[in-house]
């Protein structure tokens, strides 16, 4: 059961002024549906916090794209507000930490900053026929020794081979090195250190191993590949480490008001979970629920290969030590499938009222949700599954489908736990999670049950973030190692499972049998 001292994320910004003087370090978080800016003290507790939310473009069924300057331009507003907000100044600040919606693509002109069309963001399914070509004869196990990643349309390799092929006069450019390339990373850095006027053109190990393009033996672009995917080398960032100081904050409304502070940090949002939920030691693991889940678990200095269709991937790297790596399964729709119900369906007017209508019945009255709407991520990646509500009745209401709706994001957790155990051969003891989804506390105890472990969530939810800083603060010296770090991870609630092992084998089962009737719906010739 949850235990009282459950403490919500926004009354800690209230009294910034408790605690105490500076310094502090400020961290980006550069999301999929929003930007945000948190500033941290020395305890990792959260003193201000600012966000805005950008527009999601869908031009195409399973397109979507961002305004990479709309982003640009939000993430200056986020920053000066969280500045505000928890009134200090530049002098209080003593380094910039990046985190970011991952695999997200964007092409730029680095003479004049200008984009040269929308990102492709990660969700995005364009590139499914292009990734088939690839797999030639080989399938989608192409380049994954090298890369640790299938072939699939989520990485953002084949993403800038589509806009190489796809705009106008493209490819030249970017052979006579006008055109950078960068996830959302690069792009923040870039600009944040002087854009034309000398930014840095960087990524970090995490964000790299999101490209297929690197090799996770060499820390470094593979030529070899980067020709087969068909992406000139002229055109991609230098890769660094997660936690160094790339440049200082320079030009741009920013330079006014932080010119001079190092930027020191950049990790995949989920790496920079994985970070701040400081799982340091091989075998922790923890698994963030916003718009889709992501679950990494700390394999050390190892690099395990993936038989069970869960992704090899760079945990992190704090400076010249060695990468530490992580095995990474992912969900696509969790979050989503709540804000779905919400606005596609009208079934409920509020994310949080999902909770409340699930509550209202004891069980799913046989209805199983298989949200499957971007094909199957981990451990299937079938990206021919779509969509289906199995085991309706005339019995079923929506109350029902509400709670079907929770236990998919449950379900889909415990196959990927599953699949951890079968890789690495470590036992998962207890699941440290984050990301807006907690508050649910229904879903925390559904999670406990199907995965008969305990699910605990931290004080201080915003564990991206917290990465970002945390890996920033250690590359200037704010905090001293990584124990420190853990010795500021508190927790602020447990769940343990009440499910009995007959129910939990039984439901387990029913909810196979509805993710196989989600395969094979989109025949090849539609996609």
Not at 229 to 254: D, T
Not at 329 to 334: D, K, Q, R
Request: charged share 20%; proline share 3%.
């Amino acid at each position: 059961m949850t235990d009282a001292t459950t403490s919500s994320a926004p009354a800690q910004g209230e009294g910034a002024h408790s605690h105490g003087t500076g310094p502090f370090i400020a961290a980006i978080d550069q999301g999929t549906t929003s930007s945000r800016c948190i500033v941290f003290d020395r305890d990792g507790r959260i003193v201000s916090v600012d966000q805005k939310e950008h527009e999601q473009i869908f031009p195409k069924p399973g397109w979507v794209e961002h305004n990479a300057t709309e982003i640009w331009t939000n993430v200056q507003e986020v920053v000066a507000g969280a500045i505000r907000k928890a009134g200090i100044t530049r002098d209080d600040v003593l380094a910039i930490g990046i985190t970011n919606q991952r695999e997200t693509t964007l092409l730029w002109d680095r003479n004049t900053g200008e984009p040269v069309h929308n990102a492709i963001v990660w969700q995005d399914t364009r590139t499914d026929g292009l990734c088939k070509e690839l797999g030639r004869n080989v399938g989608q196990d192409r380049f994954r020794r090298q890369t640790g990643l299938p072939l699939s349309s989520y990485f953002a390799g084949p993403k800038a081979r589509w806009l190489l092929d796809n705009v106008e006069g493209l490819r030249e450019r970017a052979e006579a090195g006008d055109i950078l390339f960068g996830t959302m990373d690069s792009w923040v850095i870039w600009n944040l250190t002087g854009g034309t006027d000398g930014g840095r053109h960087v990524t970090d190990v995490t964000n790299a191993s999101r490209t297929m393009l690197m090799s996770l033996h060499t820390m470094e672009w593979d030529p070899s590949i980067a020709a087969s995917i068909g992406v000139p080398m002229e055109m991609l960032p230098e890769i660094r480490s997660s936690s160094e100081v790339y440049g200082e904050v320079k030009g741009g409304s920013l330079g006014e008001l932080l010119g001079g502070i190092p930027v020191a940090s950049a990790l995949g949002d989920q790496q920079a979970a994985l970070f701040g939920q400081t799982c340091f030691s091989e075998g922790e693991a923890k698994s963030t629920y916003g718009t889709g889940t992501f679950m990494l678990m700390n394999t050390s200095n190892k690099i395990i290969n993936s038989y069970s269709g869960l992704l090899t991937t760079v945990g992190y790297r704090i400076g010249d030590q060695e990468p530490v790596y992580a095995l990474e399964g992912s969900i696509a729709v969790t979050g989503s499938l709540v804000q779905w119900m919400r606005d596609q369906m009208g079934l409920i007017k509020s994310a949080a009222e999902i909770e409340t209508l699930a509550s209202s019945v004891e069980d799913n009255g046989g209805a199983y949700f298989v949200p499957a709407f971007s094909g199957l991520f981990a451990p299937y990646w079938r990206s021919d599954a779509r969509g289906v509500i199995a085991g309706l009745t005339r019995y079923v209401t929506k109350a029902h489908i509400a709670r079907a709706v929770l236990e998919a994001t449950a379900w889909q957790t415990r196959e990927i736990t599953d699949a951890m155990t079968k890789d690495s051969g470590v036992e998962l003891t207890a699941l440290k999670v984050d990301g807006g989804m907690t508050s649910n506390n229904l879903l925390m105890q559904t999670l406990s049950d199907v995965l008969d472990a305990p699910v605990v969530r931290p004080m201080v939810a915003e564990t991206t973030c917290l990465g970002a800083a945390y890996a920033a603060g250690l590359a200037v010296g704010f905090w001293p190692d990584t124990d420190a770090l853990r010795a500021n991870w508190r927790r602020a609630a447990e769940w343990t499972p009440r499910m009995d092992a007959d129910k939990r084998d039984r439901e387990y089962k029913s909810w196979l049998k509805a993710v196989e009737r989600t395969m094979g719906w989109i025949e090849d010739d539609e996609s």
